[in-house]
């Protein structure tokens, strides 16, 4: 099994910047695909940024250009730059590992999750 535990939420004014962070515990962390998701309040969980095992990385289009993802092997970390933050991107943010060289956007393809992290712009 893996535990993922992140950090780095927090609040911030429009156009700043967070770096969320990932720790993940479990073997073979160079084998499993991570991903960062967020949701809000009565809304679907929505994929934001994700990174297979070799550091190939894939945005949602809302983010694309603003928010970078990045892995330490390691370090068993995978963290989410995010810079030009929009009021629209407050929300929970949650860190979600899969076995496999894959990576996606679809929360369903996912079977480990760490507890959220909020963030808050304003």
């Known amino acids: 099994d893996v535990q993922l535990v992140e950090s780095g939420g927090g609040s911030v004014e429009t156009g700043g910047s967070l770096r969320l962070s990932c720790a993940a515990s479990g073997d073979n962390y160079d084998r499993y695909s991570m991903a960062w998701f967020r949701q809000g309040p009565g809304k679907e969980r929505e994929g934001v940024a994700s990174i297979d095992t070799d550091g190939n990385t894939k945005y949602a289009d809302s983010v694309k250009d603003r928010f970078i993802i990045s892995r330490d092997n390691a370090k068993n970390t995978v963290a989410l730059q995010m810079n030009g933050l929009k009021p629209e991107d407050t929300d929970v943010y949650y860190c979600?590992?899969?076995?496999?060289?894959?990576?996606?956007?679809?929360?369903?393809?996912?079977?480990?999750w760490g507890e959220g992290t909020q963030v808050t712009v304003s």
């Open positions: 979600a590992a899969r076995f496999g060289i894959i990576a996606t956007l679809i929360p369903g393809r996912y079977t480990y």
